[in-house]
C-alpha cells in the first residue's frame, strides 16, 4: 500500500504477511465457528469484533514496548495489522455445507469481504479520533477515496497453528486435519488418548449412529470415508484436509485472498506418491 517505502523481498515463514524491512507481524484471529446460531451467522454480532479486533490491534501498536528503535520506527509509520479468521472448517459443519463446495467458496469470499470492510471502517474512525499512519498521504489509499486510515493493511490470514489448538477450533482456513487421533504413550500408566472431533460426534449421536466402535475407527484412520454406518452427506461433511483435492484448496483459498489486505496461509495436504506434475498443476 505504500510502495516508495521500498519492495517487499519476502514473508514470514508461512507466507501471510509481506512486511518491509523493521515492520512488524501483529496478528489477532476471530474464530468463525462462534457466529453461528440455529443455522445462521451471526453478522451483527461479528460486526463487534471485527471492529473490536481492530481497535485491539492498533492499541498493541501504541502499547507495545519494542526491542530496538528501528522496529518501533518501520512499525508506528504504517501501524500494519492483520486481522484474520479461523474455525472456517468448523463453521462450515455447523452450516452444513462440504468444504469441497461452491458453496463453501462463495461463503468464503463474503465472510471476508465483511471483516475487511467492517475493519477498514474501524481504522476510519480510529484514524478520525486518533489521526492516521503518518504514511497516509503518499499511500494508495486517497486515490481509492479514504480521506483517513488509521492502519495501512487491515486484514490477513495466518495458519492458527497453536491459537487454534487453544481455543480448540479448526486451523485458520483450513479443512479439518484429521478428524480423529490415538494418542499413545503419554499418560504414566500407558492408557491411550482416543479423541474424535467434537461435531462429528455430535452429529452421530443426533443423526443415531453413534457408537464405541465407530469413534475407535475414526480414531485410527482421522477419517470417516467408506464407513457403511456413516451416511454420505455426513461424509460429505468431514472429509480431512488429505481428502479435499487440490482444486478446492486453492479455490478456497482465492476466494479469501480476493478480499484480504495482505496475504492468506494456506496449505494443500499431499500424499507421499505426489509426483511433481500434480505438484505444478496446483
Given at each position: 500500500?505504500i510502495?516508495h517505502l521500498?519492495?517487499i523481498?519476502?514473508?514470514?515463514?508461512c507466507?501471510?504477511?509481506?512486511?518491509l524491512?523493521?515492520?512488524?507481524?501483529?496478528?489477532?484471529h476471530i474464530?468463525l465457528?462462534k457466529?453461528?446460531?440455529e443455522?445462521?451467522?451471526?453478522w451483527?454480532r461479528?460486526e463487534?469484533i471485527v471492529a473490536?479486533g481492530?481497535?485491539?490491534?492498533?492499541?498493541?501498536?501504541?502499547?507495545?514496548?519494542?526491542p530496538?528503535p528501528?522496529?518501533e520506527?518501520g512499525?508506528?509509520?504504517?501501524?500494519?495489522?492483520g486481522?484474520?479468521?479461523m474455525?472456517?472448517a468448523?463453521?462450515?459443519i455447523?452450516?452444513?455445507?462440504?468444504y469441497?463446495s461452491?458453496?463453501?467458496?462463495?461463503?468464503?469470499?463474503?465472510i471476508?469481504?465483511?471483516v475487511t470492510?467492517?475493519?477498514r471502517?474501524?481504522s476510519v474512525?480510529l484514524?478520525?479520533?486518533r489521526?492516521?499512519f503518518?504514511?497516509f498521504p503518499?499511500s494508495?489509499w486517497?486515490?481509492?477515496g479514504?480521506?483517513?486510515l488509521?492502519n495501512?493493511?487491515?486484514t490477513t490470514i495466518?495458519?492458527?497453528?497453536?491459537?487454534?489448538?487453544?481455543?480448540d477450533?479448526?486451523?485458520g482456513i483450513?479443512?479439518?486435519?484429521a478428524?480423529?487421533?490415538?494418542?499413545?504413550?503419554v499418560?504414566?500408566?500407558?492408557?491411550?488418548?482416543?479423541k474424535?472431533n467434537?461435531l462429528f460426534k455430535?452429529?452421530?449421536?443426533?443423526h443415531?449412529f453413534?457408537?464405541?466402535?465407530?469413534?475407535r475407527?475414526v480414531?485410527?484412520?482421522?477419517?470417516c470415508q467408506?464407513l457403511?454406518d456413516?451416511?454420505?452427506d455426513?461424509?460429505?461433511?468431514?472429509?480431512?484436509?488429505?481428502?479435499?483435492s487440490?482444486?478446492?484448496?486453492?479455490?478456497?483459498?482465492?476466494?479469501?485472498?480476493?478480499h484480504?489486505?495482505?496475504a492468506?496461509?494456506?496449505?494443500i495436504?499431499?500424499?507421499h506418491?505426489?509426483?511433481?506434475?500434480?505438484?505444478?498443476d496446483a
Open positions: 500500500p510502495i521500498g519492495r523481498k519476502g514473508t514470514n515463514p507466507g501471510e504477511l509481506p512486511l524491512p523493521y515492520e512488524s507481524c501483529n496478528l489477532g474464530n465457528e457466529f453461528v446460531r443455522g445462521e451467522i451471526q451483527d461479528l463487534e473490536l481492530v481497535h485491539f490491534l492498533d492499541n498493541v501498536i501504541t502499547l507495545n514496548p519494542y530496538i528501528e522496529i520506527e512499525t508506528k509509520k504504517t501501524r500494519k495489522i486481522l484474520g479468521v474455525g472456517f468448523d463453521l462450515l455447523k452450516l452444513g455445507i462440504p469441497a461452491k458453496e463453501a467458496v462463495d461463503l468464503a469470499r463474503e471476508m469481504e465483511f470492510r467492517i475493519g471502517e474501524e474512525v484514524a478520525e479520533e489521526g492516521s503518518p504514511n503518499v494508495i486517497p486515490e481509492k479514504y480521506s483517513a488509521r495501512a493493511s487491515v495466518a495458519p492458527t497453528g497453536t491459537t487454534s489448538i487453544v481455543a477450533c479448526s486451523a483450513e479443512p479439518i486435519f478428524l480423529g487421533f490415538v494418542q499413545k504413550n499418560m504414566k500408566d500407558g492408557d491411550e488418548i482416543v474424535v467434537e455430535d452429529m452421530a449421536k443426533d443415531g453413534y457408537s464405541e466402535a465407530l469413534v475407527k480414531a485410527e484412520t482421522g477419517s467408506g457403511k456413516v451416511p454420505q455426513v461424509q460429505e461433511l468431514f472429509k480431512n484436509s488429505h481428502e479435499v487440490p482444486e478446492w484448496h486453492i479455490k478456497i483459498q482465492a476466494a479469501f485472498q480476493k484480504t489486505d495482505s492468506v496461509s494456506k496449505t495436504n499431499f500424499p506418491s505426489t509426483t511433481v506434475d500434480e505438484i505444478r
